[in-house]
């Protein structure tokens, strides 16, 4: 199982990106999956998560209202659009295919799955 996550880079404050996450090996469209960052000398949070059919989506607060996450079922990817981005935002970003489940919020405080290698997401002020 292999997942792939792009699309980071350097950006201005209030810039965008947006992170993609494929995966090999598996069908990401069985799992919930999500992106979740490490800042330096922070812990691991769970920004972002989808549920296994899409009918949930969780953030954390600090993202809310700028950041959106979505599926592409046909090509079995998941995105994290991230707008207004802050220095704040600044960290390793990973993609993670999640346990199934309905509750994108629990999967995201309570995350079981495969990892990919992480983006460098950079945000300058």
């Known amino acids: 199982v292999q997942l792939q996550a792009s699309g980071g880079g350097l950006v201005q404050t209030g810039g965008s990106l947006r992170l993609s996450c494929a995966a090999s090996?598996?069908?990401?469209?069985?799992?919930?999956a999500g992106w979740f960052r490490r800042a330096p000398g922070k812990e691991r949070e769970g920004v972002s998560c989808?549920?296994?059919?899409?009918?949930?989506?969780y953030y954390v607060e600090s993202v809310k209202g700028r950041f959106t996450i979505s599926r592409d079922s046909a090509r079995g990817t998941v995105y994290l659009q991230m707008n207004d981005l802050k220095p704040e935002d600044t960290a390793v970003y990973y993609c993670?295919?999640?346990?199934?489940?309905?509750?994108?919020?629990?999967?995201?405080?309570?995350?079981?799955?495969?990892w990919g290698q992480g983006t460098l997401v950079t945000v300058s002020s």
């Open positions: 090996g598996l069908t990401l469209n069985y799992y919930a």
């Open positions: 993670a295919a999640l346990s199934p489940s309905s509750y994108a919020d629990y999967v995201c405080e309570n995350p079981v799955g495969s």
């Open positions: 989808i549920s296994s059919s899409d009918e949930s989506t």
